[in-house]
């Protein structure tokens, strides 16, 4: 089983991710496959699910530094968020 983060390692690791992509990818790594499974549970269509898990992620990155870590707002929260719209695009 994987470690839970609490909130405020998240946020921290948010804070380093914004200039370093290890910590990026530590994001990554924690919340892929709960996107993925969101999509799909969602679409029932596991090639359409993968192609807006990737998409999420791909705005996840380019906007990272943007991303207001004294709201105290899960990371997680707003990759869902994304998700979801890309859903609803889709």
């Known amino acids: ?5 609490t909130l405020e390692d998240e946020l921290r690791l ?3 991710a914004k200039t ?4 990026f990818n530590e994001l990554y790594e924690y919340y892929f496959q709960k996107i993925y499974i969101f999509c799909v549970n969602r679409l029932g269509n596991k090639e ?3 192609d807006i898990t990737s ?3 791909l705005l996840a ?6 991303f207001d870590t004294s709201k105290q707002i899960r990371f997680g929260s707003w990759l869902y968020k994304v998700a979801s719209n890309k ?3 889709h």
Not at 1 to 5: D, G, R, S, V
Not at 20 to 23: P, T, V
Not at 61 to 66: D, G
């Open 1 to 5: 089983m994987e470690p839970y983060l």
């Open 14 to 16: 948010v804070e380093h």
């Open 55 to 57: 998409q999420t992620f």
């Open 48 to 50: 359409i699910s993968e």
């Open 61 to 66: 990155v380019e906007y990272i530094a943007k």
């Open 20 to 23: 370093n992509m290890q910590a």
């Open 87 to 89: 859903i609803i695009d």
